[in-house]
């Protein structure tokens, strides 16, 4: 198994840069450094108006249920070290996003919104399952990041046994490693390799503001050719755009007095 990436510092302020670009940005930026497959397809927000977060993965594994050994009184009171999903939720620190590996299966829930609620209070970023939640009406209401693929009302112990917590596990058919720094913008969840994230965050950034430019030109009429991927001119008209201050009603003028 690769060592874990845990060790590497996360600068202050980087969360919150790397959550406030797109996903379509950064899995751009991902593609370009060979990580075609980055994005967990098909996870929606519970809230979107809770939806955009940025934070450290803490991973938990489920298994299929067993009946002799997921019964009821397996929910006994913390501390219970056996009992890893209270575990997980228990040791959740602020920043951190918890990512569950529930099989791509949502017959039984990942959580509820009680534990969702302990997660929130204690200031953590979110937490994704590819499986399903519980308490689908609490948690749409609730200001705090979770992404699933819909709403089951029966518990995790009629199909999942929570296995492993802090190791490498599949969300969505992607592979996250403890420590990875995950992103939400609304449309989705996308997973960064931690020794990438302050990369991503520099180069999403300048891509942003250079698409919202070639934006501004294909909104006044200019075509896709040209523009769009950005031939050598553009970009020098896009040096001349920020010398000018950034205005987006300057942008198509610089455009027409660099062809003039």
């Known amino acids: 198994m690769p060592a874990p990436d845990t060790a590497i510092p996360i600068p202050p302020g980087l969360l919150e840069r790397l959550k406030a670009i797109g996903s379509g940005t950064l899995t751009t930026e991902l593609f370009r450094r060979g990580l075609k497959q980055c994005f967990l397809v098909g996870l929606k927000p519970m809230n979107p108006n809770a939806a955009k977060f940025a934070g450290e993965a803490v991973t938990m594994r489920f298994i299929p249920t067993r009946e002799d050994i997921d019964t009821y009184d397996t929910l006994t009171p913390h501390p219970n070290p056996d009992n890893l999903q209270w575990e997980a939720v228990e040791r959740i620190g602020p920043g951190q996003v918890l990512v569950v590996d529930s099989r791509n299966d949502m017959r039984a829930a990942t959580a509820g919104n009680m534990l969702l609620t302990r997660m929130m209070v204690k200031g953590a970023a979110g937490v994704v399952t590819d499986g399903g939640f519980r308490d689908g009406l609490e948690i749409a209401k609730m200001d705090f990041p979770a992404y699933g693929r819909g709403v089951v009302a029966s518990t995790r112990l009629s199909y999942h046994h929570a296995a492993d917590l ?18 939400g913008d609304g449309d989705g969840v996308t997973v960064i390799p931690r020794k990438l994230a302050a990369e991503i965050a520099d180069a999403g950034e300048a891509r942003e503001a250079f698409e919202a430019y070639l934006g501004y030109r294909i909104a006044a ?14 970009r ?6 920020q010398a000018a201050g950034s205005d987006p009603a300057q942008a198509p003028r610089i455009r027409a007095e660099a062809v003039s």
């Open 236 to 241: 020098a008209d896009y040096a001349a755009w």
């Open 221 to 234: 009429g200019e075509g896709l050719y040209g523009v769009y991927p950005p031939t050598p001119q553009v």
């Open 166 to 183: 802090n190791v490498p596990i599949s969300c969505a058919d992607v592979a996250v490693y403890p420590g990875d720094i995950l992103v």
